[in-house]
């Protein structure tokens, strides 16, 4: 997997959007929650982005209908990071 500095933010976005039609249909609200500016880091794209749909997918699979997702970034100490959240 090449390393690249993806936007977190974009890559959360797409992820989000890729899981909505299950989301929907579950009755589950799946969402982002991003920063403004670029959360850049030092990754392989596509390996952030698989990590990222398990993540969901998971989430998906055990959160209760009518239950809501929160995929966010958020800048600690200078470092991105990334968290699921489901309930």
Known sequence: ????????????????????????????????????????????????RRLLLTLVDDALRHTANGGTITVSTTLNDGRNTRRSRHG
């Not at 850049?40 to 952030?48: F, K, P, T, Y």
């Open 1 to 48: 997997m090449p390393i690249s500095e993806p936007d977190l933010n974009e890559v959360v976005r797409q992820v989000v959007r890729q899981g909505e039609p299950v989301a929907d249909a579950k009755g589950i609200v799946l969402r982002a929650d991003v920063q403004e500016r670029p959360a850049l880091a030092v990754a392989s794209e596509a390996g952030v």
